[in-house]
């Protein structure tokens, strides 16, 4: 079974810091694995789709990596600003038809100004 | 339309109730898919359409939990003799197809409280 875990689950950082978020999953057989954000009492917007045969994507100043023979990814947001606190989930994609995203638990970030 | 709508925002209902919760994809997009995300937890995932036909319903947590799609548009998600343990987000997504390179967007969901 599937499983996605993301360390750490609360992150605090001064404003202008990078950072780093991670995501691991268990099963490497993924067809796509995608990166979200949750603001409170919001829905899910949708950041980056990675797909199994990509090793990144880039948006802005989020970048994120895939290495699915290690079953990790990771979400690196640079220039950290206030506006970038939120939570940031990762889902995979675990069959072909994509009929399911498995979510981890999220990232809870705070970024102080 | 420019999103995925859900209505209501907020419900609030009385145990045992029945309660209708509505998705509204966005135009043009086959797959739809309901997840349901209680205080503290991750995404649960609940069922998913392709069309108007449901082939993976092995989300739905008991048998009062049942959902609908008409006209590959609409989807209802219908919570009949609601207990507490309902209580939760619901959250609704469509993308273009089911497929490995598609991307899925939400809804705002419905924040269902059931006292």
């Known amino acids: 079974k599937q499983e996605v875990t993301q360390i750490p689950a609360a992150l605090s950082v001064p404003e202008g810091e990078n950072l780093v978020l991670n995501c691991s999953f268990t099963?490497?057989?993924?067809?796509?694995l995608q990166w979200f954000r949750q603001d409170p009492g919001k829905g899910l917007t949708s950041l980056l789709l990675?797909?199994?045969?990509?090793r990144e994507q880039t948006s802005g100043r989020l970048n994120a990596s895939l290495d699915k023979s290690s079953g990790r990814s990771t979400l690196y947001i640079a220039a950290s600003q206030p506006g970038d606190s939120a939570t940031y989930l990762c889902?995979?994609?675990?069959?072909?038809?994509?009929?399911?995203?498995?979510f981890g638990k999220g990232t809870t970030l705070s970024v102080s100004s | 339309g420019a999103g995925v709508s859900q209505s209501p925002s907020n419900k609030v209902t009385e145990k045992g109730k029945d309660v209708e919760l509505r998705c509204d994809p966005i135009?043009?997009?086959?797959?739809l898919y309901w997840y349901r995300q209680r205080l503290g937890q991750g995404l649960e995932f609940l069922i998913y359409?392709?069309?108007?036909?449901?082939?993976?319903k092995s989300g739905l947590p008991s048998d009062r939990f049942s959902a609908e799609r008409t006209g590959e548009s609409v989807s209802t998600l219908t919570i009949q003799r609601t207990q507490q343990e309902d209580s939760a987000v619901y959250l609704c997504?469509?993308?273009?197809?089911?497929?490995?390179?598609?991307?899925?967007?939400f809804g705002q969901g419905t924040r269902l409280t059931v006292v």
């Open positions: 099963d490497s057989a993924i067809y796509n």
């Open positions: 990675i797909q199994s045969s990509q």
């Open positions: 135009s043009g997009h086959t797959a």
């Open positions: 359409f392709q069309g108007n036909s449901a082939p993976d």
């Open positions: 997504a469509s993308s273009v197809r089911t497929g490995w390179n598609t991307e899925a967007f």
């Open positions: 889902a995979v994609s675990v069959n072909q038809a994509g009929t399911a995203l498995i």
